[in-house]
């Protein structure tokens, strides 16, 4: 099953099978990480038209949470995630209403750089209230010890295996698209919360309550983001005041890429910005690991520039 | 090295401090056993102040480390005597210069050379990122100020001066540390500066206290440059340098692993493990050895895409060059991935509570180069040092974890401070900023959490004060270190100094 | 008494007293940091002002043409690379340098302005948001598609302009000329040269911003497809304003290696375009003093929830001053949503409001026809261009 491939430029050992496969379960794995932050990203960007800054800071809030519930308080962890959840929920419509409501009408900059404000308030408070050293041990959603993996193929470095971890993960992807996708076509609340994101203004003539939409969409991408956080904690196996910094960032480049008013476009994009992320190193002998989040970028760029609006973002229709 | 040549070192250092003693009698009272009140208790090895101590001392130290080394690699070398007050008229021995440091003091402001007002503060700076991703530094500041609480507590300060602590925060960022360090030395005129973190920031500072004549001691990075008392008096290093540990895992892989063939390295990237790698590229091809993936990560990953691909070239030997938890992912994810020979693991992330356990079993078959006694490993539960230590942060830091690897760095930077400011005061002309240079840079001591060796510099022939270690294997069962099976490592005085 | 407000004409002689009173704070201020602060603070005030030109950059391209950047720590950056690399390697004089920087600035700018004519609002945001992360790692690499950046820019480890080593003490000097005042330190001299730097740019910039080219970036603005139909073509103006503004912004780069004498990649990411678009908003998007009280917030807020020793609790520890920085700017920005120059403007309306100056009325009977259609003399002249005071900085 070893293919060498003498090309400049190219890894010789790249269309060797076992790490052809290994490199894809990685990019698919990472990747439906980032797609649960893009998820985080679109439901707020979808109504409310901006981006939370603070996003992550609040997943990871949200983790030593039920990091306190289930170490030291001896919870079990499905049960603390799904509390957190809940308080996540109403913590963030808060924010939405009291906070950046206000604003909205009075500037556009103005929200973002709220949510950047309370991105060091949640940081300085979780490394004050917990410390800045990295916490173990992680609360574990799913099976996560050494052996909890499948073995597929063994007979050479690397071995393809699969974590229950990273099946976890993508099963909590599809559950929650699911879940959206069932709210937002099945239920009332999901058509007035379609219709805000569609046309704001005509939603308000009709008489849908716009501003709980808004809320709606905070409480949502709230409430992803804090099983998001403990399922990543677990995932990259880091629970510190900055894990989630960086995992925000490429939500942000899959909900770009693949348009920030699209669920679909969240989940394809981040699992094309995961496997962006492993391949290219992988693939390119000049393309070291340390450089792979400049090579997502240059992917954005180039999708950018044949679709605008992302693969699956929508076209605004500008009336002059 | 062999047991003759050793025999004969230990008779020459015996030869030596007998001579030295006599000649030193005359002048100074003090005897082997005194010690200031000031050092901390210490282990069998006693702290060095004046020259009359160092001889019997060193001889005895050096003694124990010949006998308990089963395979070192390197010479164990003479203490230099340090000698302030007078010189020393005993023959050269084959890598001791008889000469003592001494700083210039030319271009320097009048205040340098005169000694603390009585009862004034010392004030030591301790400038670190305490805000920004890597805060987790900054707790060094917190284990120094236990030590200085204790010594002021307990002895009322170094010589009558009470210790004060200054903290300044640069975010890891070298722009910010300019600034920092220049308040530092002009707003709260701090006495010295202890353990800067951060390579390039430690490289963008030096200049401002060499102008002002402050000492940046202990710095607490290993990048080599530090070593150059020459071009940089005035700035010393700290900890092990990270070139000397890189060749130390060469050299280790040579004798524990003979039959490997192919290596494959992980390295931070950024200034702390571009210096392994630079390090490594040489050295290991250098050695015969085939280097068959060079991966370097950044902060930002989790390091699945980079374990992958460390085992795609099949290597019979990883070495980590990273540190923090990405040592642990690096140790669980080899493992997962079906790689089962030996992992080499930095020292700056030995600490077996905050590191080592999380990886649990996977931890087995990992090497590191143990420098100090982890205070959370069984094996010292009885250590004196150690057991000092947990009792200082108990009662001078309530609130602290003292098994934080960060925090017991700090004491022990603040223990070698308490060291150095000793022998200054008792040097001619009191405790002046020239004379606690002078002091860094003569080390001849053990630490209390040091695993073994003499911390030891002179200034002129040797510039790097941490050159002991021991390669030992990880238990994870015990999860402890089996030191006493290790290779123990000592490169005393072979560091030299920095030549460019 | 006078009911207040007061009403005053533009360019009328209270106009311009009120006027000379701004050019004389503005000295009192350069006499502040050089007289009276302290030399170590100085220089924090000197970093303070090039942050406020990098941000006088960025305001060109947010917020008189529309387009959010978040990179533009990338051409800081460039700028501090290029003054650091000529003057540590080459020997140049600094002065010399900053045209150099600012030209690159200027090429990288156009550059990314490319994008800028397909990509849009948001979307145009994550791109120089990418620039921001992928600048770092382009320095620290020694591999980028062949070239070796890290050779050039000392990599991880940074650079620094030295005034030489102990033994030597050659190397690069900043030193009060002879002809400075006695007692005259490096710092304030430091803080002098690029405070006059400063003080050109600005006034630059607004210049810029009240010509045609000024006002046709706040039509594109306001209404793109408006303002192409009236003549400003968004391809030219859109790179002319990336280009300018990361020209400005590089200059700015420049005198912060002079400043702060050492630089690392990571002094130039994400962090830092945070810091300068956080600045924008909180000085004021779109004003000419928003930028300097953006640039002087930047560098002292931090500095002040770290150090300000309170009244029963002493300093702060290092991560609590995080939570005090980020409340300050929820505060600021919450009652000031406009930012701090609104605000202040707001304040100042109740009790002064300018007026244009009226045209003389003309006895029309004795002129043609023809002649009054061409009177644009007599038209009021133009102002600087004012956002109305909800600050919108359009994004579509």
Same mark, same amino acid.
């Given at each position: 099953?070893?293919?060498?491939?003498?090309?400049?430029?190219?890894?010789?050992?790249?269309?060797?099978?076992?790490?052809?496969? =290994?490199n894809?379960?990685?990019?698919?794995a990472?990747?439906?990480?980032?797609?649960?932050?893009?998820l985080?990203?679109?439901m707020?960007?979808?109504?409310?038209?901006?981006?939370?800054?603070?996003?992550?800071?609040?997943?990871?809030?949200?983790?030593?949470?039920?990091?306190?519930?289930?170490?030291?308080?001896g919870?079990?962890v499905?049960?603390?995630?799904?509390?957190?959840?809940?308080g996540?929920?109403?913590?963030?419509?808060?924010?939405? /209403?009291?906070?950046? =409501?206000p604003l909205?009408?009075?500037?556009?900059?103005?929200?973002?750089?709220?949510?950047l404000g309370l991105?060091?308030?949640?940081?300085?408070?979780?490394a004050?209230i917990?410390?800045?050293?990295?916490?173990?041990?992680?609360?574990?959603p799913?099976?996560? /010890?050494?052996?909890?993996?499948?073995?597929?193929?063994?007979?050479r470095?690397?071995?393809?295996?699969?974590?229950?971890?990273?099946?976890?993960v993508?099963?909590?992807?599809?559950?929650?698209?699911?879940?959206?996708?069932?709210?937002?076509?099945?239920t009332?609340?999901?058509?007035?919360?379609?219709?805000?994101?569609?046309?704001?203004e005509?939603?308000?003539?009709?008489g849908?309550?716009?501003?709980?939409?808004?809320?709606?969409?905070?409480?949502l991408?709230a409430?992803?983001?804090?099983i998001?956080?403990?399922?990543?904690?677990?995932?990259?196996?880091v629970?510190?005041?900055n894990?989630?910094?960086?995992?925000?960032?490429?939500?942000?480049?899959?909900?770009?890429v693949?348009?920030?008013?699209?669920?679909?476009g969240?989940?394809?994009?981040?699992l094309?910005?995961?496997?962006?992320?492993?391949?290219?190193?992988?693939?390119?002998?000049?393309?070291?690991?340390?450089?792979?989040?400049v090579?997502?970028?240059l992917?954005?760029?180039?999708?950018?520039?044949? /679709?605008?609006?992302g693969?699956?973002?929508?076209?605004r229709?500008?009336?002059? | 090295?062999n047991?003759?040549?050793?025999r004969?070192?230990?008779?020459?250092?015996?030869?030596?401090?007998?001579?030295?003693?006599?000649?030193?009698?005359?002048?100074?009272?003090?005897?082997?056993?005194?010690?200031?009140?000031?050092?901390?208790?210490?282990t069998?090895?006693?702290?060095?102040?004046t020259?009359?101590?160092?001889?019997?001392?060193?001889?005895?130290?050096?003694a124990?480390?010949?006998e308990?080394?089963?395979a070192?690699?390197a010479?164990t070398?003479?203490?230099t005597?340090?000698?302030?007050?007078?010189?020393?008229?005993?023959p050269?021995?084959t890598e001791?210069s008889?000469e003592?440091?001494?700083?210039p003091?030319?271009?320097?402001?009048?205040?340098?050379?005169?000694?603390l007002?009585?009862?004034?503060?010392?004030?030591?700076?301790?400038i670190?990122?305490?805000?920004?991703?890597?805060a987790a530094?900054g707790?060094?500041?917190?284990?120094?100020k236990?030590?200085?609480?204790?010594?002021?507590?307990e002895?009322?300060?170094?010589d009558?001066?009470?210790? #004060?602590?200054?903290?300044?925060d640069?975010?890891?960022?070298?722009a910010?540390?300019a600034?920092?360090?220049?308040e530092a030395? #002009?707003?709260?005129?701090?006495?010295?500066?202890?353990?800067?973190?951060?390579?390039?920031?430690?490289?963008?500072?030096?200049q401002?206290?060499a102008?002002?004549?402050?000492?940046?001691?202990?710095?607490?990075?290993?990048?080599?440059?530090?070593?150059?008392?020459a071009?940089?008096?005035?700035?010393?290093?700290?900890?092990?340098?990270?070139?000397?540990?890189?060749r130390?895992?060469?050299? +280790?892989i040579?004798?524990?692993f003979?039959?490997?063939?192919?290596?494959?390295?992980?390295?931070?990237?950024?200034? +702390?493990?571009?210096?392994?790698?630079?390090?490594?590229?040489?050295?290991?091809?250098?050695?015969?050895?085939?280097?068959?993936a060079?991966?370097?990560?950044?902060?930002?990953?989790?390091?699945s895409n980079?374990?992958t691909?460390?085992?795609?070239?099949?290597?019979?030997?990883?070495?980590?060059?990273?540190?923090?938890?990405?040592c642990?992912?690096?140790?669980t994810?080899?493992r997962?991935?079906?790689?089962?020979g030996?992992?080499?693991?930095?020292?700056?992330c030995?600490?077996?509570q905050?590191?080592?356990v999380?990886a649990?079993?996977a931890?087995?078959?990992?090497?590191?180069?143990?420098?100090?006694?982890?205070?959370?490993d069984?094996a010292?539960?009885?250590?004196?040092?150690?057991?000092?230590?947990?009792?200082?942060?108990?009662?001078?830091?309530?609130?602290?974890?003292?098994?934080?690897g960060?925090?017991?760095?700090g004491?022990n930077?603040?223990?070698?401070?308490?060291?150095?400011?000793?022998?200054?005061?008792k040097?001619?002309?009191?405790l002046?900023?020239?004379?606690?240079?002078?002091?860094f840079?003569s080390?001849?001591?053990?630490?209390?959490?040091?695993?073994?060796?003499?911390a030891?510099?002179?200034?002129?022939?040797?510039?790097?004060?941490? #050159?002991?270690?021991?390669?030992?294997?990880y238990d994870?069962?015990?999860q402890?270190?089996k030191?006493?099976?290790?290779?123990?490592?000592?490169v #005393?005085g072979?560091g030299?100094?920095?030549?460019? | 008494?006078?009911?207040?407000?007061?009403?005053?004409?533009r360019?009328?002689?209270?106009?311009? *007293?009120?006027q000379?009173?701004?050019?004389l704070?503005?000295l009192?201020?350069?006499?502040?940091?050089?007289?009276?602060?302290?030399?170590?603070s100085?220089?924090?005030?000197?970093?303070a002002?090039?942050?406020?030109?990098?941000?006088?950059?960025?305001?060109?391209?947010?917020?008189?043409?529309?387009?959010?950047?978040?990179?533009h720590?990338?051409?800081?950056?460039i700028?501090?690379?290029?003054?650091?690399?000529?003057i540590?390697?080459?020997?140049?004089?600094?002065l010399?340098?900053?045209?150099?920087?600012?030209?690159?600035?200027?090429?990288?700018?156009?550059?990314?302005?490319?994008?800028a004519?397909?990509?849009?609002?948001?979307?145009?945001?994550?791109?120089?948001?990418?620039?921001?992360?992928?600048?770092?790692?382009i *320095?620290?690499?020694?591999?980028?598609?062949?070239?070796?950046?890290?050779?050039?820019?000392?990599?991880?480890?940074g650079?620094v302009?030295?005034?030489?080593d102990?033994?030597t003490?050659?190397?690069f000097?900043w030193?009060?000329?002879?002809?400075?005042?006695?007692?005259?330190t490096t710092?304030?001299? *430091?803080?002098?040269?690029?405070?006059?730097?400063?003080l050109?740019?600005?006034l630059?910039?607004?210049?810029?911003?009240r010509?045609?080219v000024?006002?046709?970036?706040?039509?594109?603005?306001?209404?793109?497809?408006?303002?192409?139909?009236?003549?400003?073509?968004?391809?030219?103006?859109?790179?002319?304003?990336?280009?300018?503004?990361a020209?400005?912004?590089?200059?700015?780069?420049?005198?912060?290696?002079?400043?702060?004498?050492?630089i690392?990649?990571?002094?130039?990411?994400?962090?830092?375009?945070?810091?300068?678009?956080?600045?924008?908003?909180?000085?004021?998007?779109?004003?000419?003093?928003?930028?300097?009280?953006?640039?002087?917030?930047?560098?002292?807020?931090p500095?002040?929830?770290?150090?300000?020793?309170?009244?029963?609790?002493?300093?702060l520890?290092?991560?609590?001053?995080?939570i005090?920085?980020?409340l300050?700017?929820v505060v600021?920005?919450?009652?000031?949503?406009g930012?701090?120059?609104y605000g202040?403007r707001?304040?100042?309306?109740?009790f002064?409001?300018f007026?244009?100056?009226?045209?003389?009325?003309?006895?029309i009977s004795?002129?043609?026809?023809?002649?009054?259609?061409?009177?644009?003399?007599?038209?009021?002249?133009s102002?600087?261009?004012?956002?109305p005071?909800?600050a919108?900085?359009?994004?579509?």
């Amino acid at each position: 099953m070893t293919a060498v491939l003498a090309v400049p430029g190219i890894e010789d050992n790249f269309f060797t099978l076992t790490l052809l496969l =290994q490199n894809l379960t990685n990019g698919l794995a990472n990747g439906a990480v980032y797609a649960l932050m893009a998820l985080t990203v679109v439901m707020i960007y979808k109504t409310t038209g901006h981006l939370n800054f603070a996003q992550g800071e609040m997943a990871m809030f949200g983790t030593f949470i039920v990091y306190v519930l289930t170490i030291e308080q001896g919870l079990n962890v499905w049960l603390a995630i799904l509390l957190v959840m809940v308080g996540s929920m109403v913590v963030g419509a808060a924010f939405e /209403r009291v906070l950046i =409501q206000p604003l909205e009408s009075r500037s556009v900059l103005a929200p973002v750089i709220l949510t950047l404000g309370l991105f060091f308030i949640l940081n300085g408070g979780a490394a004050t209230i917990w410390g800045t050293q990295p916490h173990t041990p992680i609360p574990a959603p799913f099976p996560g /010890r050494l052996d909890d993996k499948v073995d597929i193929i063994t007979n050479r470095l690397p071995h393809f295996f699969i974590t229950y971890k990273a099946l976890g993960v993508w099963a909590t992807v599809a559950v929650l698209v699911i879940l959206l996708n069932v709210m937002l076509k099945r239920t009332k609340l999901g058509l007035a919360y379609r219709a805000v994101a569609a046309n704001a203004e005509s939603s308000l003539i009709v008489g849908i309550p716009v501003k709980r939409m808004l809320m709606l969409g905070w409480a949502l991408a709230a409430g992803i983001g804090s099983i998001a956080g403990a399922i990543i904690a677990q995932y990259r196996n880091v629970l510190d005041f900055n894990f989630m910094a960086a995992v925000l960032l490429f939500g942000f480049a899959a909900a770009c890429v693949g348009g920030f008013d699209s669920i679909k476009g969240a989940v394809v994009g981040g699992l094309l910005v995961g496997l962006v992320e492993t391949f290219t190193p992988a693939l390119f002998t000049f393309v070291g690991n340390e450089l792979s989040l400049v090579m997502v970028l240059l992917v954005i760029l180039i999708v950018l520039y044949f /679709r605008p609006q992302g693969l699956f973002g929508s076209k605004r229709v500008e009336r002059v | 090295m062999n047991q003759h040549s050793a025999r004969i070192r230990r008779g020459l250092a015996a030869a030596l401090c007998l001579s030295l003693i006599a000649a030193a009698c005359g002048s100074d009272d003090d005897k082997a056993a005194d010690t200031t009140a000031a050092a901390a208790p210490t282990t069998a090895a006693a702290t060095a102040t004046t020259t009359a101590e160092t001889e019997a001392t060193t001889a005895e130290t050096t003694a124990e480390t010949t006998e308990a080394t089963e395979a070192t690699t390197a010479e164990t070398t003479e203490a230099t005597t340090e000698s302030t007050a007078e010189e020393t008229t005993a023959p050269e021995t084959t890598e001791a210069s008889g000469e003592t440091f001494q700083v210039p003091t030319d271009n320097c402001p009048a205040d340098t050379t005169q000694p603390l007002a009585d009862g004034a503060p010392i004030k030591i700076g301790f400038i670190g990122p305490q805000t920004g991703p890597l805060a987790a530094f900054g707790v060094i500041g917190q284990g120094m100020k236990v030590y200085f609480d204790k010594i002021n507590k307990e002895d009322g300060g170094v010589d009558g001066h009470p210790l #004060e602590l200054v903290t300044k925060d640069d975010a890891y960022d070298p722009a910010k540390s300019a600034p920092a360090v220049q308040e530092a030395l #002009e707003g709260d005129k701090i006495f010295a500066s202890v353990f800067q973190v951060g390579t390039p920031n430690v490289a963008g500072t030096r200049q401002l206290y060499a102008d002002a004549c402050v000492p940046q001691a202990l710095v607490g990075t290993g990048f080599p440059a530090w070593g150059d008392p020459a071009h940089f008096p005035w700035t010393s290093g700290g900890i092990p340098s990270y070139t000397v540990e890189a060749r130390v895992w060469v050299e +280790f892989i040579k004798q524990k692993f003979p039959d490997a063939k192919k290596v494959a390295i992980l390295t931070f990237n950024n200034d +702390f493990g571009k210096t392994y790698k630079t390090t490594l590229d040489k050295a290991l091809p250098d050695a015969g050895y085939e280097i068959v993936a060079d991966v370097a990560h950044e902060a930002t990953s989790d390091l699945s895409n980079e374990v992958t691909q460390l085992l795609a070239g099949g290597p019979d030997v990883i070495i980590g060059g990273t540190t923090s938890t990405f040592c642990t992912n690096l140790i669980t994810l080899a493992r997962q991935g079906g790689f089962t020979g030996p992992i080499i693991n930095s020292y700056t992330c030995q600490s077996i509570q905050q590191f080592m356990v999380p990886a649990g079993e996977a931890a087995a078959n990992v090497y590191t180069l143990v420098v100090a006694k982890d205070p959370s490993d069984p094996a010292y539960a009885d250590d004196e040092g150690v057991k000092q230590y947990l009792e200082d942060v108990a009662t001078y830091g309530p609130g602290i974890d003292s098994k934080v690897g960060n925090v017991f760095t700090g004491y022990n930077a603040a223990f070698m401070t308490v060291d150095a400011l000793t022998r200054a005061a008792k040097m001619e002309g009191g405790l002046t900023r020239a004379n606690l240079m002078n002091a860094f840079w003569s080390y001849n001591i053990v630490g209390p959490i040091a695993i073994g060796g003499i911390a030891h510099v002179d200034g002129i022939t040797d510039a790097y004060i941490s #050159e002991f270690g021991v390669m030992s294997e990880y238990d994870p069962a015990g999860q402890t270190y089996k030191v006493k099976d290790g290779v123990e490592i000592d490169v #005393e005085g072979q560091g030299g100094v920095y030549s460019g | 008494m006078r009911t207040l407000p007061l009403v005053i004409e533009r360019k009328s002689t209270v106009h311009r *007293v009120l006027q000379l009173v701004g050019v004389l704070a503005a000295l009192g201020f350069y006499l502040y940091v050089v007289g009276i602060v302290e030399n170590f603070s100085a220089i924090r005030w000197a970093v303070a002002v090039t942050l406020a030109v990098a941000i006088l950059g960025l305001n060109i391209v947010t917020g008189y043409s529309g387009q959010i950047s978040i990179g533009h720590s990338a051409f800081f950056g460039i700028g501090a690379y290029t003054t650091m690399i000529l003057i540590a390697d080459h020997g140049w004089p600094f002065l010399l340098t900053l045209p150099v920087a600012g030209a690159l600035g200027f090429v990288v700018g156009a550059v990314i302005g490319v994008p800028a004519l397909r990509i849009r609002g948001l979307y145009l945001s994550l791109i120089t948001l990418g620039l921001a992360l992928a600048f770092p790692a382009i *320095v620290k690499s020694d591999n980028f598609f062949g070239i070796n950046f890290a050779s050039l820019t000392g990599g991880s480890n940074g650079k620094v302009i030295s005034s030489g080593d102990v033994t030597t003490k050659r190397g690069f000097h900043w030193s009060p000329p002879t002809w400075a005042p006695d007692g005259w330190t490096t710092n304030d001299w *430091v803080f002098t040269t690029i405070f006059v730097i400063a003080l050109v740019l600005f006034l630059l910039t607004s210049n810029l911003v009240r010509s045609r080219v000024g006002r046709g970036l706040v039509a594109m603005r306001d209404n793109e497809i408006g303002a192409a139909v009236s003549g400003v073509y968004p391809a030219q103006y859109k790179v002319l304003a990336f280009a300018t503004s990361a020209f400005v912004t590089a200059i700015g780069g420049g005198c912060f290696a002079l400043a702060s004498t050492t630089i690392g990649p990571d002094t130039f990411g994400l962090q830092r375009s945070i810091e300068f678009i956080a600045g924008l908003v909180i000085g004021g998007v779109a004003t000419i003093l928003g930028p300097a009280i953006g640039g002087g917030l930047g560098e002292w807020l931090p500095y002040w929830a770290y150090e300000v020793d309170w009244p029963l609790v002493g300093k702060l520890e290092g991560p609590q001053s995080g939570i005090l920085y980020g409340l300050i700017l929820v505060v600021i920005i919450f009652f000031m949503p406009g930012g701090i120059v609104y605000g202040l403007r707001q304040l100042r309306s109740k009790f002064i409001v300018f007026v244009p100056r009226l045209p003389v009325p003309q006895d029309i009977s004795a002129t043609p026809a023809v002649a009054r259609t061409t009177g644009a003399a007599d038209r009021p002249s133009s102002e600087s261009i004012s956002p109305p005071d909800d600050a919108t900085a359009g994004v579509q």
